[in-house]
Each structure stands twice: as C-alpha cells, then as structure tokens.
C-alpha cells in the first residue's frame, strides 16, 4: 500500500538527484562552484549571461558537462527500471539487462553497424545504432528464453545459466567484429567497457524519447505487476492477462536497455543493484518501486561516473567500475538466495 | 417446479469435452453438469486428471474439442476480469519470492473489484480483514509471507480467494498442507458459506473422510473420464474404493456424523 511514507521517499531521492546533477556539473579539472552552476542554469532561461562567472564556464556547463551527466543519469534510471521489471516478470531477483545477456545483445547489434560500413552501406548513426541495439537485444532475449524453456517453471538458476551462456557467445562475437574492423577498435572497446564520454545533447534527446515513455508504461502496469508476483495462474484467476502483459513489458524492457546501451555501451549490475536495495527499504510494491528505481539508478550511475570523470587520476570506464562494486554484490544475493533455498 | 429451479442454479455445463497435454490425453467425453449453492468433491487418483479438470473449469486451460459454459455462456467469451469476479482459486502450489506482508497479498484478491488508480475503498478492507478473522491469520498481518510455515502461507492464499468474493470457489486440494485442527475449521467455514448464503465450492480432495464429511456430491475420475457423479452416499461404497482406488476398504455410516466413513485396509 501507499502511505505518505513511501511518497516522502521518492520526494528526498528526487532532490539527492537534483542536488547530485548540480554538483556533479560543477566538478572536474575547472572547478565551478554549484550557486554558478545554478546561476548558468537559470541564465539560459532567462537568456541573459550572467555577471561575475569565468565566460568559458557557460560553454563547459552546457555543451561538455550537462549533456554527459543526464546521459548518465537517464541511463542509470533506464537500466534500473528494465532490472526491476525483469525481477517482477520473471520472479526471480537475479535477473537484470545484464545477468539476461539482453545488454550484450544489444551491444553485439550495435556493433553489427561497424561490419555494415565495411560492405559500403551507410545509414546515420543516430538512427541505425538505436535499431540494431534493439534488434540484438530482442533476439537476445528470445534466444535466453528458447534455451532455458526447457525447464518450464524458468527457475532463476536456468536463466541465468542461459544469460550467460548467450552472453558468451555475443562477446565472442563483438571479438570477431572487433578483429575485422581493426582501424576502429576504439569504438568497439567503447561498447564492451562502457562510456559516457563526448555524449551529447542528442543523446540526451534520444534516450529520454525511449525512458520517458517506457516509464509511464512500467508505471500503468506496476499494480498487475504485483498481482503476477502470485504465478502466472493465480494472476490470470485475478483478472490480469498475464502472459500479453508480460511480452509487452518485456520488450518495454529490452528497448530501454537497448536506447541505453546504444549510447553508453554495456553498463552492468545497475538492474540488480538498485531495485534490490530499494525493494529492502520500500518493500516489494512495484508502484512505488518502479519510480524510486529510476531515481535511485539515475543517482547510483551519475555519482560512479562523476567518481571516474572528476576524481579518479586517470578516467577508467564506467562499465568496468560497475562490474568492480556490483559483481561482488551479485554473489551476495545469489549465495543469500541459495542458503534460504537450503534452510 | 423443481426442474425449472435446477436449471435456474445451472454453473457449468460441460459437453463433449476432452484436453490432451501435447500427445497426451488426460480428460475425454466429459459430459458434467454443475450447480450452485453445492459442495462438490473431485476425486481419483494421482494423474487422473483432478487438477486438469480444475483448470479447464476456471478457464486458465482451454478445452481440445467440447465445450464449457458458466450461466449459459462460454466460458472463453468471459473477459478474464469478468471471470475473476465470479471464480476464484486456491492453487495446489503456492511460492513467493517478494517479501510482500501477509495483508497486501490478501488485499490481491481485491484486484478485480478495484478500478486500474484507485485506492482501496474502506468496504475492500473491510472485506479483507474479515477474510483474514475466517482463516486465522489477523495476528500474521504485518508479517511478509516469505516468513511463513506452509499451513501458514496456505491459509493466507484462502483468505486472498475469499476475498475475491466470487460465486465459486475452486480448492485444489487446498488443505493438503494444513494440520487436523486447521482443516476442519476451514471446511466447517466453507461449509457454512454453501449452506448458508448459496455459495459453490468445487473442491479436489485427497481425503476420501474429508470429502465424505463435507461434500454434497462427488466426481469420481477414472482414466480421464467421470466413472461416477453422486450423492457421497451413494460414491462411498467398498466396490467403488476397490475399483478406483485398488483399495480394500469398508464403509460405515458414522453414528456421531451420520455421514460414510471409510476404514481402509492396511495389512
């Protein structure tokens, strides 16, 4: 149930959001102050320039730091929201775009655009890589589902084994592209560790025209999303159409991992992490979990890049600092899982 | 007089009806007719197609050839929330892996009866603690249902299908988990709903005294068909148990209950 409670939390993680993408604006090798930052913001409302601020600083606010940073920030909600509607879906709390393989298929496809400019056919970046993510990620997950269909109850264990071992094969494949197109392996690298570097305010455009509308669908779903928490056959008993519900949220699912990894690479455990702590502190319900992912993850993600971006001597990429902290934590919630199996 | 009252109280007629899993075939040539206000006991043995014919009766199933239909109507042209206000379930299985409180999974049962943004209105609560007051589980309300002992997490599933408020109630083998005490409390419940405020229950049952004790009448399946349909009186009897259950058994009829008791043979 709601209670006034769950809504002040999503009210505090809204302004921690605020409040990091002001400061995480102001950090880096020029130092602004977040009062500047604010100032820069509102000036660009009221089209007047703003007294008293170094003039390169509008420039790096707007054209270098804003656009990276809710990139970052959109993306982190967008991976943490497709996790926590493949728990919800699959009941199983081990699933995420990562674990699936669902983000590596995604990055396989976009990858696929490199082999298509080696043929000569060219389509604008903008528009193939967003559809070939999607495409890879789709037969991804039909692909993780057909192998592990097998096992009719879909225990967590089988799919994951299949996320994995789809996963597998897809990086096998990203090396093979990476091999054939031997001038632009820096792209490729780019899909495999993850980046926010150079994203711009077209990006921005792209990834909110996919999150903002997957959100809303999540959200009109969240109440049956509950009630399929029950099993599919006492969902149905209930009056929820569970099985057409669950292929539209999944490819919901799917196509924002697939805008997020289109612009970012692969980013992991972000779909794991985030849902699972806020699901401790909120409880199971999806109406107020939904939302209070896309914060948290927005949150999670834009304060670990900030962390790579601003303080660390060398920029590493993101996706190998995610995989660091949430790998671990993946084994913690699987050796939990498997002991309360076992008491 | 009576005829016309019979098939004013007409639930479901099945006609013709088979299902087959696959290649294989577990129900054929049922023809069954069922009314309301009756206690009904579907037994046979493991496989012989209880569950199955459950489902095909909610409609999560559909049949292969023959058709179903609740109040004169087919049961697949019901709308899946339509349907919910009128049956509901308690499953053989049930696992959760949401820590959800034992209240929000009752509360569920609700879902039909709540429009897509709305609250929960005062009538539903009402509703769902007296659910939890039938089945005994007030005192576990705020606890999460992945805490609970089987019989525990059992009750609270009945409770969620009570709170469903539809016409019929459909039990597979619903007290197959729960302790002596539990099990006849929660059939004198039920009993009571039948008798009193016309309620159906169709119930598979593993206890051949339990469904002797409860039930107006029985389904008897055999090999995927309906070897008998009657009056527990009449399904309880040595010859019956000996052919559908290849057991030896004899029948009394209790002196404290007045209904069948069954003593089976064990050595």
């Known amino acids: 149930m709601i209670g006034s409670k769950h809504l002040f939390f999503i009210g505090v993680l809204f302004i921690i959001l605020c409040a990091t993408i002001i400061s995480a604006t102001g950090m880096g090798f020029l130092k602004i102050s977040p009062i500047e930052v604010i100032e820069i913001l509102w000036s660009q409302f009221t089209g007047q320039s703003p007294e008293g601020i170094n003039p390169t600083f509008p420039f790096v606010v707007m054209e270098v730091r804003l656009p990276r940073i809710l990139t970052a920030a959109l993306v982190g909600g967008g991976l943490a929201v497709a996790g926590a509607v493949f728990q919800a879906i699959l009941l199983n709390p081990l699933a995420d775009p990562y674990t699936l393989g669902i983000s590596s298929g995604a990055a396989f496809g976009a990858s696929l655009v490199i082999i298509l400019t080696i043929f000569g056919i060219v389509i604008p970046p903008w528009f193939s890589i967003p559809v070939f993510a999607f495409l890879g990620a789709i037969a991804t997950l039909i692909a993780v589902f057909s192998l592990a269909s097998t096992d009719t109850s879909l225990s967590s264990n089988t799919l994951i084994l299949s996320g994995v071992i789809i996963a597998a094969i897809l990086s096998a494949g990203i090396g093979f592209i990476k091999y054939l197109a031997d001038e632009q392996v820096g792209i490729i690298i780019f899909w495999l560790m993850g980046s926010f570097v150079g994203r711009t305010w077209g990006d921005v455009l792209t990834t909110s025209i996919i999150i903002f509308p997957g959100l809303l669908f999540t959200l009109y779903y969240a109440r049956d999303l509950n009630i399929m928490a029950l099993g599919e056959r006492t969902a149905n008993t209930l009056g929820v159409d569970s099985s057409r519900i669950k292929k539209q949220l999944l490819i919901c699912a799917s196509l924002i991992t697939a805008i997020s990894v289109s612009v970012s690479g692969i980013i992991g455990f972000i779909g794991l992490i985030v849902p699972h702590l806020l699901r401790m502190v909120l409880g199971p319900d999806n109406r107020i979990l939904l939302p209070a992912c896309f914060l948290g993850g927005a949150i999670l993600l834009l304060g670990a890049d900030t962390i790579t971006r601003a303080w660390l001597p060398s920029e590493i990429p993101i996706g190998v600092l995610t995989s660091l902290i949430g790998g671990p934590f993946f084994c913690y919630i699987f050796r939990k899982k498997q002991m309360a199996l076992h008491s | 007089m009576i005829s016309s009252q019979k098939t004013a109280g007409l639930l479901f007629q099945l006609a013709g009806l088979s299902f087959a899993y696959q290649k294989h075939p577990v129900l054929h040539d049922i023809d069954l007719q069922l009314y309301s206000g009756k206690f009904y006991g579907v037994i046979g043995g493991n496989g012989s197609g209880k569950s199955t014919l ?214």
Not at chain 2, 148 to 166: D, F, K
Not at chain 2, 206 to 215: G, K, M
Not at chain 2, 220 to 243: E, P, R
């Open chain 2, 54 to 267: 459950l489902e095909l009766l909610m409609g999560t199933l559909l049949p292969l050839n023959g058709t179903i239909t609740y109040r004169k109507k087919l049961l697949a042209n019901y709308s899946k929330k339509e349907l919910a206000t009128k049956l509901s379930l308690v499953p053989q299985h049930f696992s959760m892996d949401f820590d959800y409180r034992v209240y929000d999974i009752v509360l569920m049962g609700r879902h039909p009866h709540i429009p897509r943004f709305a609250s929960p209105a005062q009538h539903d609560r009402e509703i769902v603690t007296q659910a939890m007051v039938t089945m005994d589980i007030l005192d576990l309300q705020n606890r999460p249902v992945t805490a609970l002992s089987g019989g525990e997490l059992q009750r609270v599933v009945m409770a969620r299908a009570l709170a469903q408020e539809s016409e019929v109630l459909i039990l597979d083998e619903a007290t197959s988990n729960l302790d002596i005490q539990h099990t006849i409390a929660i059939m004198q419940v039920m009993r009571k709903r039948v008798v009193e405020q016309g309620f159906t229950i169709i119930a598979a049952i593993h206890d051949l005294n339990l469904a002797a004790a409860f039930c107006d009448e029985c389904l008897v399946l055999k090999d995927g068909q309906i070897y008998a349909k009657d009056t527990v009186d009449n399904i309880f009897t040595s010859d019956l148990l000996q052919t559908v259950f290849s057991v030896e058994a004899v029948v009394d009829n209790n002196t404290m209950t007045k209904h069948p008791q069954i003593q089976f043979k064990y050595q």
